[in-house]
């Protein structure tokens, strides 16, 4: 068993003590059920005061990567901006970090080497209190893919040469996330919670535009599967969030999933994502207005399921070859793996009731399967308002 893994099974034992000591599942979602169907009055005044003294802390908010952890009262909305930056560069085969010169000997049909990569998310998060213990919300965002890149030719003596290394971006709109946060359990003498995450993702986001390749520039080819906007299919969200709350600190575990619920138009269906992750906060200044964060997440992705035909099938060149099979990035065998990370950062409430949270995550532990490009680091950013 390696590292990741290793961590992934100790964190989902301490989930599963946590929640089994809150509550028995089943029945508590029951009981949640009777109670929203059966319009029973209900006194929440006591919660309500309580929700509002918590929610002002900066803490209750999850780290700035995270999403989906924290509720509103029904007379509440948030509008949130969120910036995320994701860094990549080198190609890794399993845990080992390829040169140029050696990707082109392990995998001799290649005739573009991926240098480097960058993700930015711009975010429009908004969500709307509809009960005590149900929040709606959707997440709009625009995205902005660029990817650095050397092509090679055969120089006819049986080498490859290379050639000016060349740029290529793709943005707009990405895929449209939305559902509902549902507080299936409160324990105000413990302080704890734990949040159901009912979620969906339209695949509003573009896979089939086209760039100029970079063999041949008189030629149009789609873009590879790391620079598209979208997964191309329906994705169900579902995820459970547990958080604790003491006089000056948090701590939450998250697990977020995004599962394709089918294959894209193109003919594939991208890679399954579990996402679990445990942080602390701490609130360390007088007024209560400062906290910093310290996250783990440990990250498994499946392979894709069938291939994009216009990557995969395409024949160019003499002898003929695919585009797959001349870049690592359009090969989607190439595609899943496991992966630890470690986020810091910092939260700040500020006067005007709004709120700063900001992160930076670095990769602890890569394990791809396939040639794929790793991660440098991401940051995450947002500035969130209440009203």
């Not at 977020?256 to 991208?270: H, M």
């Not at 500020?350 to 700063?356: E, M, V, Y």
Request: aromatic share 10%.
């Amino acid at each position: 068993m390696n590292f990741s893994r290793l961590l992934l099974a100790i964190i989902f034992c301490g989930i599963s003590t946590a929640a089994s000591a809150e509550i028995s599942f089943l029945s508590t979602i029951q009981n949640r059920l009777d109670e929203i169907t059966s319009n029973r009055p209900s006194d929440h005044i006591a919660t309500r005061e309580m929700k509002a003294e918590k929610y002002s802390r900066p803490d209750t908010h999850a780290p700035a990567h995270l999403m989906g952890a924290h509720l509103h009262s029904p007379d509440e909305q948030m509008i949130e901006y969120k910036y995320m930056n994701m860094s990549m560069s080198g190609l890794f085969n399993g845990q080992t970090e390829l040169t140029n010169a050696q990707v082109l000997d392990q995998f001799p049909m290649t005739m573009v080497v991926p240098e480097k990569m960058n993700m930015e998310m711009h975010m429009l998060h908004y969500m709307k209190g509809w009960t005590d213990d149900i929040t709606l919300y959707v997440m709009p965002m625009w995205i902005v893919n660029t990817m650095e890149m050397t092509p090679y030719m055969d120089n006819g003596m049986g080498m490859k040469m290379p050639m000016a290394s060349q740029r290529r971006t793709n943005s707009g709109f990405g895929d449209l996330p939305f559902g509902a946060l549902w507080r299936v359990r409160s324990n105000e003498e413990e302080n704890t919670e734990l949040i159901l995450n009912i979620g969906f993702s339209a695949p509003t986001g573009d896979i089939d535009g086209t760039t100029t390749s970079p063999m041949n520039p008189m030629m149009q080819i789609e873009y590879p599967y790391p620079m598209r906007l979208g997964a191309g299919t329906w994705m169900a969200r579902p995820g459970i969030t547990w958080n604790k709350y003491q006089e000056d600190s948090s701590v939450g575990v998250q697990l977020q999933t995004n599962i394709a619920l089918g294959k894209s138009d193109a003919g594939y269906a991208p890679s399954d994502t579990y996402r679990l992750n445990g942080w602390y906060s701490k609130i360390f200044s007088e007024d209560k207005t400062w906290a910093y964060t310290l996250r783990m997440e440990s990250i498994w992705a499946s392979d894709f399921q069938g291939v994009d035909p216009q990557l995969e099938t395409m024949a160019m060149g003499n002898p003929p070859m695919t585009i797959a099979q001349m870049n690592p990035a359009a090969n989607g065998s190439f595609k899943g793996g496991q992966f630890l990370n470690f986020g810091y950062g910092m939260i700040k409430s500020l006067k005007d009731g709004s709120r700063l949270n900001f992160e930076i995550t670095h990769p602890v532990h890569q394990d791809f399967h396939g040639l794929q490009m790793g991660t440098d680091w991401t940051i995450a950013a947002s500035w969130s308002k209440s009203y």
